[in-house]
C-alpha cells in the first residue's frame, strides 16, 4: 500500500501492549496500515535476541538471524485481522534468555521514514505494574492507565504528573486514569516519570501527531500576526472557523471518516497556504537564483568529490514568482534557464550584489574537475575564471569586489579517511591572485557575507576529540584575519551545521543541522549567538519533525536555508527523495515555491539587488616579507580558575595540526582516494589502542614554548599560516590545560585571547598585562628542534638509555621498551605504552572521542600511570630533564607515532632494522 495514497495520507500509527505469563510473552500490535512484512523486531532490552515478527500467509512468525543471514523461522501461536492491522501473538520467554532481568524492547514502525531497521522502540519491564496510554489525545490532554496485578501489596506512586506529585496508591486488582496535560512544537508531547515506593522507575513518552488540528492552529495563528500587521483578514479568520466546526463533527463520528478528514486537512492546508503568499515581507522571493541538479548522495558530508555518483543533468535557472491583488502565486511561477549543465554538474550559483555577474562552479564531466564561472545575468558571456587539476566550487561574492570559494588548492587529505580536502580560498573577480583564506586541513563549506562584512563558513576540526562531531560555524574577515568559532565545538548533537546566514535585524544564524555522514541535509535550525556560542540551548529546531540526523536523511529533510525577512527562510526541501524549492517562516509552516519532479532544484538564493554590507579594511601589511604572527593572552588563568591556582602556569607551548600532503601524479593531477586509509594515519590506531581508545592519528608539531607572565599575560610570536593551537604548562613542563580547537594568523597578524577556555562573552583584565610591557617573545624550541614529533626519533633514545637493559622482549612483566619493528612498522614501545595505558591521552575515536570541554588537570602526563612508577623511584632510574620533556611533550601531543602520512606499507619495516643492526 502507497504511503502516499491521498486518502490514507502519509501517516502511520503503530502501538502495542504487553503482558507475562509464566513462560510466555503476551504482544497485541495495532498499525493504521502495514508498511512491511516485518512487523516488529523483538529482542531484550540490551538489543541481545533479536528476532523478527514477521507476516506470513500461514500466520505470524519469528525469523532469526545469523551475519544478516536467516538463521531460523519459529512458528507462533497468533494471529493477524483481515485487514492485517492487529496482531495479537504469544512468544516463549525461552526465546530470549535473561529477558525477566533485561527487559524487551518491541521495535516498530519498520518501513516508515526516518525509521531504523530495528524499529522504534518500546521498552518492557516485567512488574506488577501496568502503565498504558488509553485512547487518542483530545484537547491536549493524555489519559494514562496504571493497573496493578492482583495479590501482594499495594503499588505506592510518585511523579511528575498532575495526581502523582503528592504519590498515589494502587490496590492489587484496581486500576486509576491519570489526565497528562502536554504540550509541543508539532503536537501534544510529555514524558511521564513514574518511581515506586520500592525504588522501580518508568518512563511513558506521550505523542501526539494531528494534522488537522497543526494546520489549523497553524493558520489561527497567523491570523493572528497578520491582524497585527494590518492586514484585512475578515474572510480567513471566518474560513478558520468554518473549519474548525467540520474538524469537531468528524471527531464527535462514531466511526472514523479517514477520507473526510484527509479532504479537511486538504481544504485548511490551501486555506493556510493562500493566507502565507499575503505577507507583504515575502516580497524579496519575486525573483530566485537556484541550481537544478541530482543530489550528490554522498556517504559522508566531506566526501562528495570521492564517492556520489556521477549523475549530469540541469541547469542555472532563474524562477520568476507574480504577485497579483497583494497575494504571490507560485503556482504561476515561470523558470527561465541561463547556463544548461549538459553533460556536466553545476552547484551554488551566487550573483554579486548589484546583479551584474552570476558565479557557479561547473563540473563539464566525470574526469574533469570544477571550475568557477562567471557569466552575465542574462547567461550571455560566460568565462571560466580558474582551472587546473583543483576542484573550486561555492563562490561566495564580497562587498570589497573579490570571490570566497571552496578549492581542493590546499593539497591534502581529510585527515580521518580517503578522499581530498577542500577549504575557502579567495581570487579577484577575473579570477586572479588566488590566495589561500583558511588554512585547515579538513574540508569546509558554504560562505556567505554577513551584515558587518564578515564571512561565515562551516569548517571542519578536531583537535583530540572525536571526528564525527567537528563540522561548526566560524566567521573571518575578507582578507584573512581573525577567524573564530561562532558556534559549535562542544555541542555533541547535532554533528555539524552547514549553509550558516544570518538572519536580518537579529543576532541569529540559519542553518542545516547535518549528520557526518551524507550530504548536507537535515532540520533547518535558528542559532541565537546572543546565548552562547557552546549553549546547545541556543538551537531553535524550525523544522522539529524531522529529527536531528544522527544518520543522514535522504528524503523528509531541508537543505540550503536563506533569510528572505526576519521571520521568513528559502531552502530547499525534499518530502520524497526529490529536492524543491520552498519558503518557511520560523512558526512551523512551510509552502512549496516550485518542484521539478525529473531533477532535484536546491541551492535557492533571492535575486535581487540590494545594498553590499561594508568593507571592513584589510590588515596592514608587514613593510618586509614575515612568517610569523604575534599572539596576546591577557591572562591564561581566566576558564582555569578555581581548578588551577595562580602561578601554576610557566609556560605556552605552540603545537600544530600537520596537513597530510597529497601525493602529485605524473600527468600533474594529484592523488584522489587513499584505501586502506588507515594505513595512511600518523599512528595506528586500528592495531593499537589502549584502556583511554585512540591516540591521535594526526601528525603533530611542536614549535616551543613561551614564559607566562606572574599575571597570567603572555606576548608571543607564532609560525603564521598554519593551523596552532595551545596546551598550557606548569613549571615540570606538565599540560595543564590543551586547546582543543584550532587558531591561525595571517604573516605580520597580531591576535588576542583574554586567557584559557574562558567565557567568550568576558571581557578581559582591565590593565596592561606584564608581557604586553616587552616585545613578543620568541619561541624557545625544544633540545630536539623544533618540528614534526617523530617519536622514534624523540622518544625512543629515552627507553634505549635508560629502560631496555631491563624491559626488552623477554621482560616477564610484558613491559618490552625497544624499538624493535613489528609487521606493522609498529615499535614494541609504542605499543607497549598506548595498549598497556602507561600514558593517558584523549581519545580520539571517531564516536568515542566525544567533543565535550575537557577539565584542566585530567588529561595527559599529569595523569600518565608511567610517571607515578618513575617519581617513586622506579630501580634508581634518574631521567634528565630533556628526557622527561620529551616523553611529555610526545605524551601532551596526544601520542601520535609518526611525523608524517607516509603510507604506512612504504615505512621502514623490520627487515630494514635487521639491516641496519647487522651494518
Not at 249 to 258: V, W
Not at 525 to 545: K, Q, S, Y
Not at 817 to 835: M, N, V
Request: net charge negative; charged share 25%; proline share 8%.
Amino acid at each position: 500500500m502507497s504511503p502516499y495514497d491521498f486518502d490514507q495520507g502519509p501517516l502511520v500509527e503503530c502501538a502495542v501492549r504487553a503482558g507475562w505469563t509464566d513462560g510466555d510473552l503476551l504482544l497485541g500490535i495495532c498499525t493504521s496500515r502495514l508498511l512491511s512484512t516485518h512487523v516488529a523486531v523483538i529482542s531484550r532490552s540490551d538489543g541481545a535476541g533479536v528476532g523478527v515478527l514477521t507476516y506470513t500467509n500461514d500466520g505470524p512468525v519469528l525469523n532469526t538471524y545469523d551475519g544478516g543471514q536467516l538463521k531460523e523461522s519459529i512458528s507462533l501461536d497468533g494471529k493477524f485481522n483481515d485487514s492485517l492491522t492487529c496482531c495479537e501473538v504469544r512468544l516463549p520467554l525461552a526465546l530470549l534468555p535473561d529477558c525477566r532481568a533485561q527487559g524487551i524492547r518491541v521495535g516498530l514502525g519498520m518501513g516508515g521514514q526516518h525509521t531504523p531497521a530495528v524499529g522504534r522502540g518500546v521498552s518492557f519491564r516485567f512488574s506488577r505494574l501496568s502503565v498504558a496510554e488509553i485512547g487518542p489525545c483530545r484537547g491536549g490532554s493524555f489519559r494514562v492507565r496504571l493497573a496493578a496485578a492482583s495479590g501482594g501489596e499495594a503499588i505506592r506512586l510518585q511523579g511528575d504528573a498532575p495526581g502523582l506529585v503528592d504519590g498515589l496508591s494502587v490496590a492489587p486488582g484496581q486500576a486509576k486514569m491519570l489526565s497528562i496535560p502536554a504540550q509541543g512544537p508539532i503536537g501534544p508531547e510529555q514524558s511521564l516519570t513514574l518511581e515506586t515506593d520500592s525504588g522501580e522507575s518508568y518512563t511513558l513518552h506521550l505523542f501526539r501527531y494531528d494534522p488537522l488540528e497543526r494546520t489549523l492552529t497553524l493558520m489561527e495563528q497567523m491570523v493572528g500576526r497578520f491582524a497585527a500587521k494590518g492586514i484585512d483578514v475578515a474572510a480567513e479568520r471566518e474560513q478558520a472557523a468554518k473549519l474548525r466546526r467540520l474538524q469537531a463533527s468528524l471527531a464527535a463520528a462514531d466511526e472514523p471518516d479517514l477520507s473526510a478528514e484527509r479532504r479537511a486537512l486538504f481544504d485548511a492546508s490551501l486555506a493556510k497556504r493562500r493566507l502565507f503568499f499575503r505577507d507583504s515581507d515575502l516580497a524579496p522571493i519575486e525573483k530566485i537564483l537556484f541550481v537544478k541538479r541530482h543530489a550528490f548522495e554522498p556517504s559522508h558530508n566531506y566526501s562528495v568529490l570521492l564517492d556520489s555518483r556521477w549523475r549530469p543533468g540541469g541547469s542555472v535557472c532563474v524562477l520568476d514568482i507574480p504577485c497579483r491583488d497583494g497575494r504571490f502565486e507560485p503556482d504561476e511561477g515561470q523558470v527561465t534557464e541561463l547556463f544548461s549543465a549538459g553533460a556536466g554538474i553545476a552547484r551554488n550559483p551566487m550573483a554579486t550584489f548589484d546583479l551584474s555577474k552570476i558565479y557557479f562552479g561547473y563540473r563539464p564531466s566525470e574526469s574533469g574537475y570544477y571550475h568557477i564561472m562567471c557569466m552575465d545575468p542574462d547567461g550571455g558571456n560566460l568565462e571560466q575564471l580558474t582551472d587546473g587539476p583543483f576542484h573550486d566550487y561555492w563562490p561566495c561574492p564580497l562587498p570589497d569586489g573579490g570571490i570566497a570559494f571552496i578549492s581542493t588548492r590546499c593539497k591534502g587529505r581529510y585527515l580521518c579517511w580517503r578522499p581530498q580536502a577542500a577549504v575557502m580560498f579567495r581570487m579577484d573577480a577575473d579570477g586572479q591572485n588566488i590566495r589561500p583564506l583558511s588554512y585547515a586541513n579538513l574540508t569546509e563549506w558554504a560562505p556567505s557575507v554577513m551584515s558587518d562584512g564578515r564571512i561565515i563558513w562551516t569548517r571542519s576540526e578536531y583537535i583530540d576529540k572525536g571526528a564525527n562531531f567537528g563540522h561548526t560555524l566560524w566567521t573571518i574577515r575578507p582578507d584573512g584575519t581573525k577567524p573564530e568559532l561562532i558556534y559549535g565545538n562542544t555541542v555533541i548533537q547535532p554533528a555539524g551545521y552547514a549553509n550558516g546566514r544570518q538572519v536580518p535585524g537579529t543576532n541569529e544564524i540559519c542553518c542545516t543541522m547535518i549528520s557526518h555522514f551524507g550530504d548536507l541535509n537535515g532540520p533547518l535550525a535558528l542559532i541565537d549567538i546572543d546565548r552562547g556560542r557552546l549553549n546547545p540551548d541556543a538551537i531553535t529546531n524550525m523544522t522539529p519533525e524531522v529529527p536531528r540526523p544522527g544518520g543522514w536523511p535522504i528524503e523528509e529533510c531541508f537543505r540550503d536555508p536563506v533569510p528572505v525577512a526576519t521571520d521568513y527562510f528559502l531552502c530547499s526541501r525534499a518530502p520524497r527523495r526529490q529536492f524543491g524549492l520552498y519558503v518557511i517562516d520560523r512558526f512551523g509552516n512551510r509552502e512549496l515555491l516550485y518542484l521539478d519532479l525529473a531533477i532535484g532544484s536546491m541551492c535557492p538564493t533571492l535575486y535581487r539587488e540590494v545594498t553590499p554590507p561594508p568593507v571592513l579594511c584589510g590588515m596592514e601589511e608587514p613593510e618586509e616579507e614575515v612568517e610569523m604572527g604575534q599572539l596576546v593572552v591577557a591572562d591564561v588563568y581566566r576558564g582555569l580558575e578555581p581548578a588551577v591556582a595562580r602561578g601554576t602556569v610557566k609556560y605556552i607551548r605552540v603545537a600544530q595540526e600537520l596537513r597530510s600532503d597529497l601525493t602529485q601524479l605524473p600527468d600533474g593531477s594529484y592523488q584522489q582516494d587513499h584505501e586502506p586509509f588507515m594505513h595512511w594515519y600518523a599512528a595506528p590506531v586500528d592495531r593499537v589502542s589502549g584502556p583511554y581508545g585512540w591516540p591521535s592519528y594526526v601528525a603533530k608539531a611542536t614549535w616551543g614554548i613561551v614564559p607566562v607572565e606572574e599575571d597570567g599575560s603572555a606576548n608571543f610570536h607564532v609560525p603564521a599560516g598554519k593551523v596552532l593551537y595551545f596546551q598550557a604548562l606548569d613549571e615540570d613542563f606538565n599540560e595543564v590545560q590543551r586547546m582543543r580547537s584550532v587558531v591561525q594568523l595571517r604573516p605580520g597578524e597580531t591576535r588576542s585571547c583574554v586567557g584559557c577556555h574562558e567565557d567568550r562573552r568576558s571581557a578581559p583584565p582591565v590593565r596592561q598585562g606584564i608581557a604586553l610591557r616587552r616585545p613578543p617573545s620568541r619561541l624557545q624550541a625544544p633540545p630536539w628542534g623544533a618540528g614534526p614529533m617523530d617519536y622514534q626519533r624523540v622518544v625512543q633514545p629515552v627507553w634505549d638509555a635508560k629502560c631496555v637493559c631491563c624491559h626488552d622482549q623477554n621482560d616477564q612483566q610484558k613491559i618490552d621498551l625497544t624499538g624493535r619493528l613489528d609487521a606493522d612498522r609498529i615499535p614494541a614501545s609504542y605499543r607497549t605504552l598506548i595498549s598497556q595505558g602507561w600514558v593517558h591521552y584523549a581519545d580520539c575515536g571517531w564516536e568515542s572521542g566525544g567533543c565535550e570541554k575537557l577539565p584542566p588537570l585530567t588529561f595527559g602526563s599529569l595523569k600518565s600511570r608511567l610517571w607515578k612508577v618513575l617519581e617513586g623511584g622506579h630501580q634508581d632510574v634518574q631521567l634528565t630533564m630533556e628526557e622527561i620533556r620529551r616523553i611529555k611533550c610526545w605524551t601532551d601531543l596526544n601520542c601520535p607515532l609518526w611525523p608524517d602520512y607516509i603510507f604506512r606499507d612504504n615505512r621502514p619495516g623490520p627487515e630494514s632494522q635487521r639491516i641496519t643492526d647487522r651494518d
